[in-house]
Each structure stands twice: as structure tokens, then as C-alpha cells.
């Protein structure tokens, strides 16, 4: 393999240089951070899970806490992770998809097409999550 | 609107320290870069360093950054680009030799590691003609067009965080010569392009497409090399041609 001329590396900031950039630089970008966004997530998850080694009246609290206060506000942040997986997901589907040979002639207008029914489907998770907690419309 | 335009300039300095320099170029002299450049290297500033030769887009030789977007000088009308501010900076992911001038050596070896020619399985002892129908010609004649000018791999955000990818042009070029009837070699390149650095960190942002000046599709070339690629690799495994 070439000794490619590392001096010359970006780094990750250059994924979030939009100017000048195309539909599929855009979705490049935005499926990184939305994937770093998950995996963050995960992680979190994790942590929040591994209060269970504390006791189940420990974890309980912390559920608690997070559910119905005081920390509840953090709920918000699920809709934002909502967002990010129905975004991330779409975009993985038209990948694996055009990866395959299928729609690599019109993957913009796949691309389009996949997170329209993403941002659909996202809409209705968030109107069931709402009445699941209990906000009336 | 003024009747001048202002190059502005990415330059760097004896010691490595980057400055712009810029230049007033009368409007009703030039219409590309590459003359708005010729009128400063002429007229102003007989230091300033640039790549160049045919000046009809067909050498490859003037890639650079304009306005934020790997073009190449020759072809980029300053008009169209509608601001009378225009800067100029060398290709990114190369090593700067001077001004605008790049070291495009690394390019030119990863292009030479997908083989790009032509291989045949009887050592170029044919009797014939190896016959080529249109059909069979156009599986391949858009990415035979590319003038290896390297914008794409500037463009390529996957080459700006790993320098060892194999880069979109090298690739494109690896399948021109798969999609070619004549050619038995793709069992060879498909052991190159398949390896770590090879389609698999291709994460399809389209950019090298985007760029192109000469219309070759990477992007599209890449995701049929990772089709050929897992076709010859099942072949390997469950056997078969």
C-alpha cells in the first residue's frame, strides 16, 4: 500500500465543511454526526444500565428521576435521538441499497424519498411517544 | 460591481507560514482563472506559482481550489463563479511544493496500484482482432475519459480524515478496466480495491462525481466495483469461475 502523505490530513472537521457541497456531501456529513450521535447515545445507555449492579432500588430511582422529575426535561433528549435514528436509518437503507447496484442512477432522489417516509414515520413516534406521556393535543 | 476582480491568493512563506496575497485583475482582460492567474504572473507578481500547460482541459494540470471547490483553472469561467472576490487556494490533500503548485506523486502511485491497463490471460498471444461492440464499449467509456487531474480525490472527504484510502480516481480507473471486455484482470484488482483501504471506506458522499470536470462518475464506478468485488469473493468461497 502507498505511504500516503499524512501531513495532509483533515481530520474529522472536514466532514462538517458544507460550503460548496453537494446533496450527498450533506448526507455523508449529516449520517457521521447522527451516527456519533447515536453512539454517544449507546454509551449512555450503558452507564444508565450498569446502575442495576447498584440495586434494583437504585436503578428504580434513576428511572424515576428521568421519567417523572426531577429530571424529566432529559425526555426531550429522546426526541432528538428519535430524530437521529430515523435519519441515520433511512440513509443506512438507500446506502445498502445503491451498495447493492439498486438506484445508484437516482440515489438524490432516493435519498429524498427515504427521509420524507423517515420524517413521516417520525412524526408519528413522536405524536404516540407524546400521548404515551401523556400530553394531550 | 467594480471593473476589477481581487485574487486572493493562499501562499506560504520561506519559514511555512501561510498568507494570502492579492491582486486587482482587470475585468475586460481575462475571462478564466487560469488567464486571471497568467495576467498576475505577467503583469504583477512574476513570483507567484502555479501548475499549467494545455489550457483546454484536457492535461489535468490547473486542479485548485476556487471559491471552496476543487476546479480546475483552465475551465472555470470567473464570471460564472458571480463575485468579484475570488479565492484561491491549492488542491487540498496534497503536499503544497509552492503557491499553488501540489506534489501530485502520491495520486499517480495509487493509481498505479489498481493496474490500470489492460490484462490479458494469454500473455498478448492472440491471433485476432479482439472484437468490442458499442454496447460493450460504453460499459467503460465514461470512466475512460478521466484526464487524472485528481480533483476528486481533493474533494473526497474520506481522504482528508485517511490519507491511505485508495481515492475515488484510482478506483474509478480499476473499473474501467474490469468493465472491459478485453480485460481478464479483475481477480487482480479486485484483491487491491477490496483490501481495507479500498471500496470499503468509500461512504458515498458523491463529491468526487460533484467535481468532476470531465463528467466520470466515481461514486457510481465504486459501488460496482463493491458488487464485482462480493461476486468474486462468493465465487472464491462457494467456487465457481
Known amino acids: 500500500m502507498v505511504e500516503a502523505n499524512k501531513e495532509m490530513k483533515e481530520g ?33 445507555h450503558y452507564t444508565v444500565l450498569s446502575n442495576l449492579l447498584r440495586g434494583q432500588a437504585t436503578y428504580n430511582a434513576i428511572v424515576k428521576s428521568i421519567t417523572y422529575g426531577p429530571y424529566d426535561s432529559f425526555l426531550a433528549l429522546d426526541f432528538l435521538l428519535a430524530l437521529v435514528i430515523f435519519y441515520h436509518g433511512a440513509n443506512g437503507v438507500r446506502l445498502a441499497l445503491n451498495e447493492f447496484g439498486i438506484g445508484m442512477y437516482h440515489h438524490k432522489a432516493l435519498f429524498f424519498t427515504f427521509e420524507i417516509i423517515a420524517m413521516i414515520l417520525l412524526g408519528l413516534f413522536d405524536y404516540y411517544a407524546l400521548q404515551f406521556v401523556g400530553v394531550g393535543f | ?69 476543487p476546479r480546475m483553472a483552465c475551465s472555470t469561467i470567473v464570471e460564472d463563479l458571480k463575485k468579484d472576490r475570488i479565492r484561491i487556494e491549492p488542491l487540498k490533500h496534497y503536499k503544497v511544493i509552492r503557491d499553488l503548485v501540489v506534489d501530485i506523486d502520491p495520486f499517480f502511485e495509487k493509481y498505479r496500484e489498481v493496474k490500470p491497463y489492460i490484462i490479458r490471460d494469454d500473455d498478448g498471444k492472440y491471433d485476432k482482432e479482439l472484437p468490442q461492440t458499442p454496447e460493450q464499449f460504453h460499459e467503460y467509456a465514461n470512466f475512460a475519459m478521466c484526464i487524472k487531474c485528481g480533483l476528486c480525490m481533493a474533494a473526497c472527504p474520506i481522504e482528508g480524515s485517511d490519507p491511505q484510502y485508495l481515492g475515488p480516481a484510482p478506483l474509478a ?31 458515498f458522499a458523491g463529491e468526487c462525481t460533484e467535481v468532476c470536470p470531465k463528467g466520470v462518475d466515481p461514486s457510481f464506478a465504486i459501488q460496482k466495483l463493491r458488487r464485482t468485488a462480493l461476486k468474486i469473493e462468493l465465487a472464491s468461497i462457494f467456487g465457481g469461475r
Not at chain 1, 17 to 39: D, E, P
Not at chain 2, 33 to 40: A, P
Request: aromatic residues 16%.
Open chain 2, 173 to 203: 480507473a480499476a473499473w474501467r478496466y474490469i468493465a472491459d471486455n478485453r480485460d481478464k484482470g479483475a481477480k487482480y484488482r479486485v484483491e487491491v480495491v477490496d483490501g481495507e483501504e479500498g471500496t470499503s471506506r468509500c461512504h
Open chain 1, 12 to 44: 474529522i472537521s472536514a466532514w462538517a465543511k458544507f460550503y460548496r457541497k453537494g446533496t450527498g456531501y450533506l448526507a455523508f456529513a449529516f449520517h457521521r454526526l447522527s451516527g456519533l450521535v447515536i453512539l454517544f447515545y449507546l454509551y449512555l
Open chain 2, 1 to 69: 460591481m467594480t471593473d476589477e476582480y481581487e485574487f486572493e491568493i493562499k501562499r506560504k512563506d520561506e519559514s511555512g507560514k501561510v498568507y494570502y496575497s492579492t491582486y486587482k485583475v482587470p475585468k475586460d482582460k481575462i475571462s478564466t482563472v487560469l488567464e486571471g492567474l497568467l495576467y498576475i504572473k505577467e503583469n504583477i507578481d512574476q513570483s507567484l506559482s502555479f501548475r499549467y500547460s494545455c489550457r483546454m482541459e484536457i492535461c489535468g494540470s490547473c486542479g485548485m481550489e476556487i471559491d471552496g471547490k
